[in-house]
């Protein structure tokens, strides 16, 4: 049997024998988890403490799902989830943008120093500004409130970065012609820049989006109501609960554990292209 | 008199800048004054000098004892994607478009729920019911206890980790393989190559830079770890998998002693920067 590739490699009988038994392991260690959780969630908690466990349950159940939703406010958890990582990210895009346009395409006095000081803040650790955050969000009473847990993610030097690196490569003339025409500056960045950097803005919507969405250890700080919990802090408290009780349910547990995140993977199936690009800036020109 | 285009310079990175200053700068120095006082948040402060630092260092082991988790994860941590996505890497690179399924497989993990994740490990490491002990009993290996006892569960926390997130560096290091010129191959091939001389001097040295950067970015991380560890093992059992981070969190939010954990965190700090700076020189003088 003969298969040729992209690069016209031509596999001879047992070469590919070889190379494909590779990427069956491969791919089956990299899925291994997510079918053991998909076996689990339609577990009985019978079938559950079988020994030996077998991969398709015998008597597959959707209960563990129902369970779990009433068992905890994960309706909640979503809307907490999609209400803080929106605005994030929409709080993410614009800052970025505008500042890292500011930095790329003016010279003022100070912009050195100051990009260097933005930048400068991805060197420290959040352990190190974590306990000073949540004292002063304490103190002026923004602890377990949603402005508290949001307001200290809205800018990320990182983001600033990116922009600054993409809008750089907008021509300047495009720009002096607009001003030529009179046109005001934030008419500039919201008519001009903006557009001009598509690809750049989606690519960093994701990955704000998808940070933010799994952030966990800010939450676990600020946040003790229950009904303001995002899903990841949501999810552990529920495991959390399930193992003090001593339950040996892990079916539901793990329900609840697809539940919680089958959102973003059914995004990242449609939207594979824009995930890969957001999380790893690769193919991005400019 | 400033003109509008540098009035809507400052007006466009005063924000950005005062956000940076009240969420980092300010506390950095609140965070290190902090650190020379005990404090508990509710009442006084007491001034201590050094004497958190010392403590650290002499009377209270667990934060030493946390350094060391936190060194062994990190290497473990590093040493296992670094390996593993560079092979998946150059395997994925010969494969052209065969390779799809495998680079989607790969990223699943990197954008799935960390808490879900770290559930789902925690089922498999399970000692009675789970996968891992089930598969290594097929080929007559274990049971093992994972993370049940202390001379495993690090290795297990690891493994779950470094699975998580080696996909994304598998892509970063496919781009960097893809980026150099089919040319320089076709050269050596030329000349009578082999396939290992190809890879050591053609693919490693101009692989190097990206490979520096995963070594890097991924060290920086590990040293960090939190939420998979603490989801886990808590820390445990016992000290196990006590890493800086969890030492942390614990010392500030559930022994409320915020002086000593600002302490151990600027010390976390420091050691991330040196490390940093120390392998950025060290990785880079080796390209030369």
Known sequence: MIIKNKKNFVLKGGKVILVSAIILVLTFTMLIPFITMISTALKETKELLAVPQTMIPRHPTLENFSTSWQAAPFGRYYINSLFVSS???????????????AFSKFRFRGHKLMFFLILGTMMVPFQVIMIPLYVMMAKIGWADTYQGLIVPSMITSFGVFLMRQ?????????????????????????????????????????????????????????????????IPLGLAMFESRVEMMQMLTWNILIAASLIAMLPVLVAFLFLQKYFVRGMTFTGLKG | MIDSKTRAAYFFTLPT?????????????????????????????????????????TRSPIFLIALKNTFLFTFGYVVLIVISSLFVAAFINKLG??????????????????????????????????????????????????????????????????????????????????????????????DGASKFQLFRHITLPLLWPVILFVIVIVTIR???????????????????????????????????????????????????????????????????
């Open chain 1, 87 to 101: 605005v994030l990210t929409a709080s993410c895009l614009f800052f970025s943008s505008l500042t890292g346009y």
């Open chain 1, 166 to 230: 993409y809008i750089g490569s907008i021509p300047g003339e495009l720009i002096d012609a607009a001003r030529i025409d009179g046109c005001g500056e934030l008419h500039i960045y919201w008519g001009i820049i903006l557009p001009n950097i598509k690809p750049a803005l989606a690519a960093l919507a994701i990955y704000t989006f998808t940070v933010t969405w799994d952030e966990f250890l800010w939450p676990f700080i600020i946040i003790s109501s229950t009904n303001l919990r995002t």
């Open chain 2, 17 to 57: 800048l005062l956000f940076f200053v009240i969420i980092f700068y300010i506390p950095i120095g609140f965070a290190a004054i902090m650190s020379f006082h005990r404090w508990s948040v509710l009442g006084s402060a007491k001034f201590l000098g050094w004497r958190n630092y010392e403590e650290i260092f």
């Open chain 2, 97 to 190: 478009r065969l390779g799809i399924p495998l680079k989607t497989a790969c990223f699943l993990p990197v954008i799935s729920s960390m808490v879900g994740i770290s559930i789902v490990w925690k089922w498999i490491y399970q000692p009675h019911f789970g996968l891992a002990n089930q598969l290594l009993g097929y080929i007559g290996l274990g049971p093992f206890s994972w993370l049940m006892s202390p001379a495993t569960a690090m290795i297990s926390v690891i493994i779950a980790s470094a699975w998580k997130r080696m996909g994304l560096y598998v892509i970063i290091l496919l781009a960097g393989l893809q980026n150099i010129p089919e040319a320089q191959y076709e050269a050596a091939k030329i």
């Open chain 2, 222 to 288: 590990g040293l960090r770890a939190f939420t998979q560890i603490f989801i886990m093992t808590r820390g445990g059992p016992g000290n196990a998998t006590r890493v800086a981070a969890i030492a942390i969190y614990h010392t500030a939010f559930r022994t409320f002693q915020m002086g000593k954990g600002s302490a151990m965190a600027f010390i976390l700090f420091i050691l991330i920067f040196v490390l940093s700076y120390f392998q950025i020189r060290f990785f880079s003088s080796t390209t030369d």
